[in-house]
């Protein structure tokens, strides 16, 4: 199906323990970005990346890990989940400046 | 650092009255404003952006660089329009900066 998915949809892990949440686009669009959805604080920026092998920080990447090989794929890693990581993340591609960032369908994770 | 404020989380009206969500920003860059919407169990998806001057589900935003502004406005609020709003500036890097979101009721 063309669009922007994430899998999992939700997910409960334990403190501690590894994760990789997982995004994939069909566009071929050039951006990609990883936010985080908290009651007060709306969406946060995790992490971007404009283009294959390019990766930025954004606002709140402690604790995360990103990487793009491929331009479809995006994936973010919680290298030792903490309870402060439960959240709802949404992942979102665009073609340029000015366009319409597209959202992917969220993943919830609660970390135990 | 650019910002992005929406002073109200929780908004409350009645069907057909008017409704305006305050967005407030700050950049020291020439601000590009989007306002996105998440209905009930959807994804975000883009309501309008203030480089379309365009008028989307009767509803419209204008850019007052003066004040910093970009408030999403509608004449007649209908229920179907009960949502999440979030205003959006786009930095360096087609980077999104988001509001804190503004939760809208429409009640009949």
């Known amino acids: 199906d063309a669009g922007i998915t994430q899998s999992p949809r939700y997910k409960i892990t334990e403190t501690g323990r590894q994760v990789t949440l997982m995004c994939h686009q069909t566009?071929?669009?050039?951006?990609m970005f990883w936010y985080r959805q908290d009651l007060g604080h709306g969406l946060r920026l995790i992490y971007y990346s404009a283009a294959a092998d390019i990766t930025d920080k954004g606002e709140v990447p402690d604790g995360y890990v990103v990487s793009r090989s491929k331009t479809e794929n995006f994936p973010l890693t919680l290298e030792s989940a903490t309870r402060s990581q439960t959240s709802v993340y949404f992942c979102?591609?665009?073609?340029?400046?000015?366009?319409?960032?597209?959202f992917g369908q969220g993943t919830r994770l609660t970390v135990v | 650092a650019q910002r992005v404020t929406q002073p109200e989380k929780l908004l409350s009206v009645f069907k057909g009255a008017p409704v305006e969500l305050k967005c407030n920003y700050s950049?020291?860059?020439?601000?590009?404003l989007f306002w996105y919407v998440q209905y009930s169990r959807q994804r975000l998806q883009l309501l309008l952006r203030h480089i379309s001057r365009e008028s989307i589900k009767g509803f419209t935003a204008d850019l007052n660089k003066g004040e910093t502004s970009f408030h999403l406005k509608k004449p007649f609020a209908q229920e179907e329009d009960s949502a999440m709003y979030y205003c959006?500036?786009?930095?360096?890097?087609?980077?999104?900066?988001f509001g804190e979101g503004t939760q809208l009721t429409v009640n009949p």
């Open positions: 979102a591609s665009k073609d340029r400046r000015n366009t319409e960032a597209f």
């Open positions: 566009w071929s669009h050039s951006y």
């Open positions: 959006a500036l786009e930095t360096s890097g087609s980077r999104l900066t």
């Open positions: 950049y020291s860059g020439s601000p590009e």
